[in-house]
């Protein structure tokens, strides 16, 4: 719910964001298996102020999803460590590469993902979301 809020407040991204978001986090619960995935809840104070999924696409790829980080808590490195973990697990885990799906426009994220070596690998114009905008492909060889 949380992402669809900031979503939309951000980039007027609509109802179908936050339904995709939901798809990803139910694969996640159902499908969750230690030996490939990992999640990582920020907390301040007892309130949840940002989070950060790996999941598993193949036996070789890992993929970072659903980074967030609370407006009241940005700006103190905190995206740029749950980035780092989520990058250390994939090694860990033994994955070959780790890559992420983003939009072009999200400055803040790219210079995260920058910092930890990621690079953009691909990118493509759609329709989605309520809005035209351009998605990328970021990608790390571990």
Request: glycine fraction near 8%.
């Amino acid at each position: 719910m949380r992402h669809g809020e900031l979503y939309y407040a951000s980039h007027e991204w609509n109802m179908e964001f936050e339904a995709l978001v939901a798809r990803i986090a139910s694969d996640f619960v159902e499908d969750f298996d230690p030996a490939f995935a990992r999640s990582w809840i920020a907390e301040k104070n007892g309130e949840r102020v940002g989070s950060v999924f790996l999941t598993r696409t193949s036996d070789v790829t890992a993929q970072l999803r659903m980074l967030i980080v609370e407006p009241s808590a940005r700006g103190r490195g905190l995206g740029r460590r749950l980035v780092a973990e989520c990058v250390g697990a994939a090694r860990e885990l033994g994955y070959q590469r780790i890559g992420l799906f983003t939009s072009r426009g999200l400055d803040s994220a790219r210079r995260l993902y920058e910092v930890e070596g990621l690079r953009l690998v691909s990118e493509k114009e759609e329709d989605v979301w309520g809005r035209t905008h351009v998605a990328q492909w970021w990608e790390l060889d571990l």
